[in-house]
């Protein structure tokens, strides 16, 4: 089943703002990856954060994780017309498989 | 290295029609899934499989057969084709359970008529 949900769903921002999206999830996990799906393409993976950590960067991306609330947070600063794409969080609970969440769409107004 | 193939890329098939999607990794991941991606559903799990020889269904399996054997392939099966079978279908691989980072495909467009 889907643990991922993503909030918000749609987000329309201009050039050089940052975006923030968030990521809720029920059960225990072993990490939380985030993904980006550019339009007509597969996801490609972004991030990983492992349950032990609480933040992790990559470049303009900041990723955060909460266990108590169970929730995980994407920040890309200074966002780019490129960053135009869907954003989905995945779960893995060490089951051998990924819960995706339904996916963030981010448009970003040159 | 190619990556993750999927072939064909488009497809229209009629009602009661069979037909085999096609997936090939050339990074010699052990793990294999594939996604169907509807609108406002995200990704939903059809199978998977964590080596030659074995699968396990995910959280849509009806309708679909899988078969692992060999490393590289993993082709995945719509017996008779329905019309709630009309969706974006990716396939992915990983390294391994351990961080279980998926490499996608550039997914397959299906529409059952």
């Known amino acids: 089943s889907q643990q991922g949900e993503e909030d918000p769903q749609a987000l329309s921002i201009q050039e050089g703002e940052n975006a923030t999206m968030n990521c809720s999830y029920k059960t225990s996990i072993n990490n939380l990856q985030w993904y980006r799906q550019n339009s007509g393409r597969g996801l490609v993976h972004l991030i990983l954060i492992r349950s032990n950590e609480r933040e992790k960067h990559s470049g303009r991306l900041r990723v955060t994780l909460d266990t108590s609330k169970k929730s995980s947070s994407l920040l890309i600063t200074a966002s780019r017309a490129a960053d135009t794409a869907s954003y989905f969080c995945a779960t893995d609970n060490g089951n051998n498989r990924l819960a995706f969440g339904k996916g963030n769409q981010v448009v970003v107004i040159p | 290295n190619a990556g993750v193939t999927q072939t064909p890329k488009f497809q229209v098939l009629k009602t009661g029609q069979s037909m085999t999607l096609q997936c090939a990794q050339d990074m010699n991941h052990e793990y294999m899934s594939w996604y169907r991606q509807d609108p406002g559903m995200g990704l939903r799990l059809i199978h998977y499989?964590?080596?030659?020889?074995?699968?396990d269904q995910g959280e849509v399996p009806n309708g679909y057969n899988v078969s692992r054997s060999t490393t590289e392939d993993f082709p995945l099966r719509l017996l008779s084709a329905a019309p709630s079978q009309t969706s974006v279908y990716f396939c992915?691989?990983?390294?391994?359970?351990?961080?279980?980072?998926?490499?996608f495909g550039a997914g397959t467009r299906l529409s059952v008529l």
């Open positions: 992915a691989s990983s390294y391994s359970g351990f961080q279980n980072i998926q490499y």
């Open positions: 499989s964590v080596g030659a020889g074995i699968t």
